[in-house]
């Protein structure tokens, strides 16, 4: 299983730069808005140091990390709600995110214009933030007219559906995002049908200059203080910084580069991981001969439905999971001592899969 964030952002303030560093796949990265007129797909793969010493230990033939998608958006400017610029088509896009990851430019530089003339994170956040609230009260006002004519039917779900719609026509007016309204579980599930593009979560990415590394400068500061109350994670990371790690050929190189620079690792690995918390993700293992695998599960996920995320077979077929703690199996260093040491515990269809699991399926189709 993967996931899909959609990176956003005004022109020109690091997107395709950070997009080609983190990802396989190349953008364009030009001075000068709409470089990026089609969404880019890049693929990601997630850095886990657990899933590299299993491979110490067990010496597969193939090693298989998990992955996350990631949509390189063209830029939106203002008006973007009512169709400017490639207002319509970023909309689109952003839709099929899950999550939203909002670069904001957060450092100066006179040889890379700014379609808004002046360095401003705060307002960039803004007039994103004022173009997706746009969209979304559009979006909640047609909904309304049509769960009103469902309300002559005196349904309780109809009912349900119209009183919340108008809760977020309510916050929307008030220039505020859908994903501040607090649901419970219920209208949660009822609201996931309404396609808002701001009950999207956020993670707010500070593109800085080198010598803004790790720490961030005074326009960091200023969107920290803008965000405090959205609950929405803040990393800084130098987009430029990024690309040239990305092109070093070994591992020894990259960690001498960050070394130079002050840095434990690069930012990509804190962005992946902002990533995962911002979408209640963890990690599961397979670990045998043929490969050592991740794989990704939303949190709470039972062992049926983590098996699933390898084969719907192996759901539908589900017989129990054989469960080693990674700690264990590091600690003993092979599933046989493992065994023989009593740590392999056998779990049935309630068991709620923990991060770092290493789980064998028995399954019966």
């Not at 003339?117 to 009260?137: A, F, G, Y």
């Not at 190189?253 to 690995?269: D, I, T, V």
């Not at 996920?301 to 129990?320: C, L, S, Y």
């Amino acid at each position: 299983m993967g996931f899909k964030c959609g990176i956003v952002g005004l022109p020109n303030v690091g997107k395709s730069t950070l997009f080609n560093a983190l990802s396989s796949a190349k953008a364009e990265a030009a001075n000068y808005p709409f470089c990026t007129i089609e969404p880019n797909l890049g693929v990601i793969l997630v850095p886990d140091p657990r899933l590299d010493k299993l491979a110490e230990l067990v010496n597969p033939q193939q090693v298989q990390p998990t992955v996350v998608q990631i949509v390189d958006i063209a830029g939106l400017v203002r008006g973007a709600s009512k169709g400017e610029g490639l207002g319509n088509q970023f909309l689109a896009n952003i839709r099929e995110c899950e999550a939203i990851i909002h670069v904001l430019r957060c450092f100066e530089d006179p040889n890379i214009v700014h379609v808004e003339s002046q360095v401003d994170p705060v307002r960039d956040k803004e007039i994103i933030d004022t173009e997706l609230q746009l969209k979304d009260l559009e979006t909640v006002e047609k909904r309304l007219q049509k769960a009103q004519k469902s309300l002559k039917g005196g349904s309780k779900d109809a009912q349900r559906e119209y009183a919340l719609l108008q809760e977020y026509e309510k916050i929307l007016q008030e220039g505020k995002s859908a994903r501040t309204l607090e649901l419970n579980e219920d209208d949660a599930k009822l609201a996931g049908d309404f396609g808002l593009l701001t009950a999207k979560p956020v993670l707010y990415v500070c593109n800085v200059d080198e010598g803004s590394l790790p720490d961030g400068n005074a326009l960091v500061e200023k969107v920290k203080a803008a965000v405090k109350d959205e609950q929405a994670e803040v990393i800084i990371i130098s987009a430029a910084i990024e690309s040239q790690i990305a092109v070093l050929d070994t591992l020894e190189e990259r960690k001498e580069f960050l070394e130079a620079l002050g840095l434990s690792e690069p930012g990509m690995h804190k962005l992946i991981r902002a990533a995962y918390q911002l979408l209640n993700l963890e990690t599961y293992f397979t670990a045998g001969v043929k490969e050592v695998r991740a794989w990704t599960i939303y949190k709470g996920t039972k062992a049926p439905q983590a098996a699933g995320v390898i084969h719907t077979d192996f759901e539908k077929g589900f017989i129990r999971a054989e469960v080693i703690k990674y700690a264990d199996y590091i600690h003993f260093g092979s599933e046989n001592a493992v065994k023989e040491a009593g740590k392999l515990a056998v779990q049935g269809k309630e068991y709620v899969v923990e991060d770092g699991d290493i789980l064998h399926f028995r399954f019966n189709v």
